[in-house]
């Protein structure tokens, strides 16, 4: 009797279980934009993700061109600009004494085998203009404008390393409009940890990309953690066309 019971209770959980898998949808919770608390933050605007003679172009190229991901970083620059919204940057750079790790993760033995992001030092800039380590030309206008704020680099993937959440709590920001390089690595680590220091957080998912391979997506991994994670997904049309539509809109994903 006892083992029919069981049985039986199993078969409940069981059913009830595949009836909340069959139906179950992820809720949209969307995110308002006030642009006195709002930021947008941009991860690895550099030449050795963006460029054709980026160290990375080989791997990434394809995912950047088809996303028109250059374009649309700059279209979110611009549209924040535009109503006075905060921009931030968190770069990527390595110099000479990190050479010193004894041990990285893939990519990040791949970064230092390739020399990407390197600079010569901390405290110069001797062949900087036009590196790997440099923003794209077009961008530097808009980032070199006395009002963006570049904070100090991220060593990994995410802003645990850098100044980065300093910095917008310092200014009263406690929500973030995410776009940069690359989707599954720096662009996710900041979403997770952005997330996990009590920020909202909406991600501009054209306005990055990632290595894409025979074998591995890591755009596709991007958008499937992007939906779960992130308060909202936008394309750069709807996130450019919600900021300049006024200084408090209540935004959610189309």
């Known amino acids: 009797m006892k083992t029919r019971t069981s049985i039986a209770i199993v078969a409940i959980v069981l059913g009830s279980l595949a009836a909340i898998g069959a139906n179950a949808q992820l809720p949209d919770p969307g995110l308002t934009i006030d642009t006195a608390r ?14 054709p003679d980026g160290v990375t172009w080989g791997l990434v ?8 991901t250059v374009e649309n970083i ?3 620059i611009k549209a924040a600009k535009s109503v006075g919204m905060p921009v931030f940057i968190s770069p990527h750079y390595y110099y000479p004494t990190d050479d010193g790790w004894q041990f990285g993760g893939a990519v990040e033995t ?15 800039t001797e062949g900087f203009s036009g590196s790997g380590a440099d923003w794209l030309e077009r961008y530097k206008p808009l980032i070199e404008d006395g009002k963006t704020v570049v904070v100090s680099p991220h060593k990994v993937y995410g802003p645990d390393t850098n100044d980065l959440v300093l910095q917008l709590r310092k200014r009263g920001i406690d929500k973030v409009i995410l776009g940069g390089m690359s989707a599954n690595l720096c662009t996710e680590s900041h979403l997770r940890e952005l997330l996990e220091q009590g920020f909202e957080v909406a991600v501009v998912t ?5 290595a894409q391979t025979p074998d591995i997506d890591g755009y596709a991994a991007a958008l499937t953690n992007f939906r779960f994670l992130a308060n909202a997904n936008w394309t750069t049309a709807q996130a450019t066309g919600k900021i300049k539509a006024g200084p408090s809109t209540a935004v959610s994903a189309e």
């Open 206 to 210: 054209d306005a990055t990309a990632a």
């Open 38 to 51: 709002t930021a947008v933050v941009i991860t690895d605007p550099q030449n050795d993700f963006l460029s």
């Open 74 to 76: 700059e279209s979110l």
């Open 61 to 68: 190229g394809a995912s950047v061109t088809a996303n028109k």
């Open 110 to 124: 791949m970064m230092h085998s390739v020399n990407m992001f390197g600079r010569t030092g901390a405290l110069s």
